[in-house]
T-cell receptor, first 117, second 112 residues
Framework: GAVVSQHPSWVICKSGTSVKIECRSL??????MFWYRQFPKQSLMLMAT?????????EQGVEKDKFLINHASLTLSTLTVTSAHPEDSSFYIC?????????????FGPGTRLTVL | RKEVEQDPGPFNVPEGATVAFNCTYS??????FFWYRQDCRKEPKLLMS???SGNEDGRFTAQLNRASQYISLLIRDSKLSDSATYLC?????????????FGQGTELSVKP
């Protein structure tokens, strides 16, 4: 149980295009999902908290108009990187909060590697 | 000061060795504690949740000292497959909605 999928697993795009990444909890409902970004040799940095049916909460320094988050159902959150630039190239990982485990554990998707040319 | 700090790595050990990772956290109101492992170019995977009484899972033992705000992970009889980066992770207060704070990770390399 507690499986999270992410799609696509990798994407290469031209500068200026928008890229949508999907995060799904496959066998549980997740009212809360999180989006992280990880640059090489660095730890995960939380970008935003995605809550089903309400606006996402963004961490300081993360532009909400650039990184659009939609959490329209209890099993799906999407992150859209708008007008992507080379500096947005990174490993984007989502996680879903698994409350039934009793310890508020988060389970991570396999990540999406974005390369902007 | 970082909210979660770990031993700087990397740790290079031979197979069969015992290795210990240490981690400290700054927020005394932190509620939940975890060790994750992350393989190169992969997502973090939950290794163990850390309970106040300490807990053991096979070759892995985790300890929590709330008074010292200190968490440890002990790996006994290390295997080649244990090579990974180990992340100490702390969750804030319940009203912070389960937000996780990650340490920078400690890289472990187990050699034959």
């Amino acid at each position: 149980g507690a499986v999270v999928s992410q799609h696509p697993s990798w994407v290469i795009c031209k500068s200026g295009t928008s890229v949508k990444i999907e995060c799904r909890s496959l066998d549980f409902q997740a009212t809360t999902m999180f989006w992280y970004r990880q640059f090489p040799k660095q730890s995960l940095m939380l970008m935003a908290t995605s809550n089903e049916g309400s606006k996402a909460t963004y961490e300081q320094g993360v532009e909400k108009d650039k990184f659009l988050i939609n959490h329209a159902s209890l099993t799906l959150s999407t992150l859209t990187v708008t007008s992507a630039h080379p500096e947005d190239s990174s490993f984007y990982i989502c996680s879903a909060l698994h409350i039934p485990s009793g310890y508020n554990e988060q389970f991570f998707g396999p990540g999406t590697r974005l390369t902007v040319l | 000061r970082k909210e979660v700090e770990q031993d700087p790595g990397p740790f290079n050990v031979p197979e069969g060795a015992t290795v210990a990772f240490n981690c400290t956290y700054s927020n005394s109101a932190s509620q939940s504690f975890f060790w994750y492992r992350q393989d190169c170019r992969k997502e973090p995977k939950l290794l163990m949740s850390v309970y106040s009484s300490g807990n053991e899972d096979g070759r892995f033992t985790a300890q929590l000292n709330r008074a010292s705000q200190y968490i440890s992970l002990l790996i006994r009889d290390s295997k080649l497959s244990d090579s990974a980066t180990y992340l100490c992770v702390v969750s804030g207060r319940r009203n912070q909605g389960g937000k996780l704070i990650f340490g920078q990770g400690t890289e472990l390399s187990v050699k034959p």
